[in-house]
């Protein structure tokens, strides 16, 4: 019980985002107490899923957690995973099979949509499968809701009444938001074409709260038809249809993208209107792709999820969406090994940290307060640079560096090693190699890459990888790469990067790469000779 207070107490403290977040919940309690918490994230399949949509659930379940510390566990908690998957379908997307399949099902729901890859009874359950599968994978535990399953099975019905009932404030909170031509003919209901099943973007003629129904003029017939709001012959609007779920479901926290602070703060303006309190949260920066551009789910840019996990652990994944939460980050191939490495940094330093450090590092929330012990020999960076070296596209080789620089440390041993070793040959193969690009020594440098051939080949077989770094700086220890800014432990001028740079540019063919002490001890003295020797040749 005590260890519980200390962490709770530790907890109301914790400069941490998740903990700032699940005090906001803590105090909106005592306000209105509940028996039981709701988180919710939102996706909408109108594209395959990618890495944005698990970042909403990773923080989210992040959060929960923290809430969960910070009242002893003694609140019932649920996380709800939504699925946009009524909304018509608007445009085709560019990265699906059987384009044209999809073009003549636009308007319709997403799940009355036929599925392009032909696996599902429609578009929007391919694309809830694909999301729920990667969910499952990562171990989330989360509740799955579908808007189409929502809406026919009327647990929507009551308040999809409620908006009814209070059309008019609806519309008055919307209509200034909207331009004149679209004013002219908004409504907060889409009534769904009983004869084309289109998802009917058309004004309402007449509404009646007591019959629960809305009249509307059909786009092909002019008829005027009669409808029920309830029992999915309708559906709403994105924003009043956000505010009616969050009164549905009791949504008591969910967060949103920057892009949407508008739309949030207009779905909290309906959420009151119809009754309801809207919920805690906060807006998340937007991912962007190699260009700087928003990642878009029908574009298709960025990274997917599978293809993260094929370059990295999903731990490395969680690590970039837990940190920054309210920044804008490039989301592209070339952040995946500084999130690898810096995980287990996090992860080896959380053993010496105390309590209130513990709270703060990424590692306590990425495992749900619970982080395993570290123990990586060696980090990413070293083994990308050992494949590179090498060009070995097989784990056999690597593992024969590995074993001769961490004896004992074998695949049994270290699974989540072997793995990185996975990792490292699928991420050289697709974007190191074919980037690869030696540099042509110049004078200074090939006299440099010669004395440094003869030191290294004058070393003991056994030398530690310190004692080869302190070889490496010494034969930099020269013009052009001196560095009078920094200083040795002698007082000597120290090295600049650009001697380091300039060995994985002309003997690597890549821009940088770990300390180059640690790679030749990895690599081997003999190895790294024969290396400079190749480089010395291609350019004589």
């Keep these: 019980m005590t260890e519980a207070n200390d962490l709770r107490s530790l907890a109301e403290q914790s400069g941490a985002w998740p903990f700032e977040e699940a005090r906001k919940i803590v105090a909106r309690l005592k306000k209105k107490p509940k028996d039981e918490v709701i988180f919710s994230t939102g996706y909408g399949p109108s594209g395959l899923p990618h890495i944005g949509t698990f970042g909403e659930v990773a923080r989210t379940t992040m959060v929960r957690h923290a809430f969960r510390v910070l009242t002893d566990d003694k609140i019932k908690t649920r996380l709800i995973a939504f699925s946009d998957d009524m909304d018509g379908l608007r445009k085709v997307p560019d990265n699906v099979p059987n384009k044209e399949l999809l073009a003549q099902d636009l308007g319709k729901p997403l799940t009355r949509v036929r599925d392009p890859f032909g696996t599902h009874a429609s578009f929007g359950a391919h694309n809830n499968a694909r999301l729920r599968a990667f969910l499952d994978t990562f171990g989330f535990d989360y509740e799955f809701l579908s808007a189409t399953e929502c809406y026919t099975s009327g647990r929507f019905d009551k308040a999809l009444l409620q908006v009814l009932a209070n059309f008019d404030k609806v519309m008055a909170i919307m209509l200034p938001s909207l331009r004149e031509e679209r004013a002219q003919s908004y409504s907060p209901f889409l009534p769904i074409s009983q004869t ?3 998802v009917l973007q058309v004004p309402v003629t007449a509404h009646d709260a007591k019959a629960g129904t809305i009249t509307y003029e059909d786009p092909d017939t002019k008829d005027s038809i009669t409808t029920p709001v309830t029992g999915g012959h309708c559906k709403l609007q994105w924003k009043p249809d956000w505010a009616m779920r969050w009164l549905a479901l ?11 602070i508008d739309s949030v703060k207009l779905s909290g303006e309906i959420n009151r209107a119809i009754g309801g309190t809207p919920p805690e949260g906060f807006n998340y920066e937007l991912f962007l792709d190699e260009k700087g551009q928003k990642i878009s789910k029908s574009k298709g840019n960025g990274l997917t999820i599978e293809e993260w996990l094929r370059y990295a652990s999903p731990e490395s994944l969680s690590l970039f969406m837990y940190r920054e939460p309210k920044a804008a980050k490039r989301l592209y191939f070339d952040v995946i090994p500084r999130n690898v490495d ?6 080896d330093g959380y053993q010496r940290q105390d309590g209130k450090q513990r709270l703060g590092n990424p590692v306590w929330h990425i495992h749900s307060g619970e982080p395993p012990k570290a123990d990586m020999p060696l980090t990413f960076q070293l083994m990308l640079t050992l494949v590179s070296s090498s060009n070995a596209e ?31 040959i699928n991420y050289y193969r697709d974007f190191v190699a074919p980037t690869k690009k030696f540099r042509e020594p110049n004078a200074d440098d090939r006299k ?9 080949s004058n070393l003991a077989g056994d030398s530690s990888a310190e004692d080869i770094q302190n070889v490496v700086y010494e034969i930099g220890r020269r013009e052009p790469y001196l560095d009078e800014k920094k200083k040795g432990k002698d007082g ?10 300039m060995l994985y540019q002309v003997l690597l063919g890549q821009e940088k790469g770990p300390r180059f002490g640690t790679f030749v001890a990895a690599y081997g003295l003999q190895n790294t000779v024969d290396m400079i020797d190749g480089a010395l040749a291609r350019s004589a």
């Design 196 to 198: 084309t099943g289109i």
């Design 250 to 260: 009791g949504v008591d926290y969910e967060m949103a993208g920057k892009d949407l």
């Design 342 to 347: 810096e995980y287990f940094q996090f992860l």
């Design 394 to 424: 097989n784990a056999e080789t690597l593992w024969g560096f590995i074993g001769r620089y961490r004896p004992g440390v074998t695949p049994q041993t270290h699974p989540k090693l072997d793995a990185m070793v996975g990792y490292a």
């Design 448 to 456: 440099a890459l010669t004395d440094l051939r003869d030191a290294l």
């Design 492 to 501: 000597r001028p120290g090295v600049s990067l650009d001697w380091f740079n």
